[in-house]
């Protein structure tokens, strides 16, 4: 059978390369087809736009990139046209891909797929009715989505979290740190890392910050967790003469004794490898945009940590209160107090509780493939 995905950024690279090498296993005449990243393309993917090209933040940035957005639009719609696939499997990235999800059900017959939901329980929840109308399955990642979307009448199917599989899978390898510290020439201090996002807006509105508080620990040495498809360029200029590090966030985490991260699923990765953490967002319009944020978004957190544990594992310092001063007084009792270290970790095991040790992409290919079949 043949398969059409669609991921817009680093991330839905990773989870969709991981849930074709599943769909291989449950089809092994399975090709693909589609738009994503480096990842994909190596699982067999024909590869007809890079992410790159198409991980816009915020009204702003879409607006300036509006004929590249409109052209991705095109090449999708022409594509899906052309190769008439069984499936249109969609992966996160809501804004593009319930426009696909749209134009699949008017124009062709094959089975849509929604692999990682968009995040209406946070924001955009009329969302659902796109949902409701032109999505087969959605696949969640979320234990608390199941039943936020019950309350929309309308059935998911709960997989895992690829997120904490990957990271599992990670940490079944053995590692050195003597070796990772001579590889990127550290020294023998301990690692606060830094992970900025992965898109450049975001970098450049976080990092500056994160750099120059960090430098105000001496005992310490920052290191910035380089994002792909990011040139080196870009961080050379904000960041302050601190090391960055690419290909190897994993490592980093691993071996790291802190962490400032900018909010997103990085947060939860970091939680998963046990490492204490500060979150980090800015937001244009600082308090403003703070005080409003009730009308938008519906989650009393930010942090994909919090959100899931259903309280404050980790300190969030959004929009306003994301300033030198308080990311300092925030990263210096992490980096001084024990006892606040081991309560984020006891935060962090019931977390891991939370989400359980389901195979995400395997569950979901099975799935996808046995519902292919029965048709």
Known sequence: MKYFLIAGEASGDMHGAHLMEALKQQDPSAQFVGLGGDLMQRQGMKLLQHYRTMAYMGFVAVIRHLPQVIRNIRTAQRALTEEQPDALILIDYPSFNLRMARYAKEHLNC??????????????????????????????????????????????????????????????????????????????????????????????????????????????QAVIAGAPGIEMSLYKEIANGVKVVSGCTYELLRHAHTAVVNSGTATLETALFDLPQVVVYHVMGGRIAYLLKEWFIHTKYVSLVNIIAGREVVKELIAHLFTENNLQRELERLLTDEVHREMVRSGYADLRRTLGHKSAAENAARDIVHKLQKN
């Open 111 to 220: 089975r849509v797929c929604y692999y990682i939901s968009p995040k209406l329980w946070a924001w955009k929840e009329y969302r659902i009715k796109d949902i409701r109308r032109y999505v087969d399955q959605m696949y969640t990642i979320f234990p608390f989505e199941t039943e936020f979307y019950a309350r929309h009448n309308y059935k998911v199917h709960y997989v895992g979290n690829p997120t904490q599989e990957t990271v599992e899978r990670h940490l079944a390898i053995p590692t050195d740190e003597t070796t990772f510290r001579q590889q990127h020439t550290l020294d023998e201090r301990p690692i606060i890392a830094l992970l900025a996002g992965s898109r450049k807006q975001e970098i450049c509105a976080c990092l500056p910050i994160m750099t120059r508080v960090t430098q105000m620990f001496p005992h310490y």
